[in-house]
Every structure is written in C-alpha cells, then in structure tokens.
C-alpha cells in the first residue's frame, strides 16, 4: 500500500513557477513509478508526466515539453514536479498517483495507476 499527498500548489503569476511535492509513505516507495495527472474544471483529468523508479526515465505531454520537470527522492519517499514558465493553461487541480508498472513505454493513462493523492490547486493569474 502506498499513500500519497501532494502540496504546493497555489497562486502564480502567468511566466513564473512553482514546484510540487508528493509525500509517500508506506513500503516500497522506490519500485514505483510515478505520475503526474491535472484536471481542470469541465475538463476530464490528463496526463502531465512521469518518472520510473530510479528516476533515468521521463515523460511529458507536449504541452509541458520543456517547462515541467519531475524528479524523485527516494530516500525521502518524494516526488517533484517544478513548473516554470506558467500559462493560463496550466490551472487545474494536480494528482501524483503511483504505479508498479512501466513496460515498454511510459504510463500515461490514468488507468495505469494504483494509487492517487488528493491534489493540489495550481491558479495561474494573467
């Protein structure tokens, strides 16, 4: 079993950033992989980006190509994602979720994943 919870969203201005944090807890934190999910009003909940176990392999949605980064401690039981350069797309309520599996290609279907955090709300201002 693993739990998760996300912290560090809040405000920020269009072009600047933030970084998210996902706390676990429970055992075998560092066999999973880890993604990021965002979900905006009206709007169904999309894949942001992900990260093996080790943290060597990375992926993200072309809309965040470039800009979001995410990273993973395991020996504090957390992952990152840093967002820079923040557009009025951006908003949405932020997911980490946690998966067992990554096969030949990155998960990127929520239905790949186990576990899901809470969220935290992201608000770009213009």
Known sequence: QVQLVESGGGLVQAGGSLRLSCAAS??????????????????EREFVAAINWSGGR??????????????R???KKTVYLQMNSLTPVD?????CAATAGWGTRAPSSRYEYDYWGQGTQVTVSS
């Open 26 to 43: 429970g055992r075998t934190f560092s066999s999973y992989a880890m993604g990021w999910f965002r979900q905006a009003p009206g709007k």
């Open 58 to 71: 990375t992926y993200y949605r072309d809309s965040v190509k470039g800009r979001f980064t995410s990273s």
């Open 73 to 75: 401690d395991n020996a």
């Open 91 to 95: 908003p949405a309520v932020y997911y």
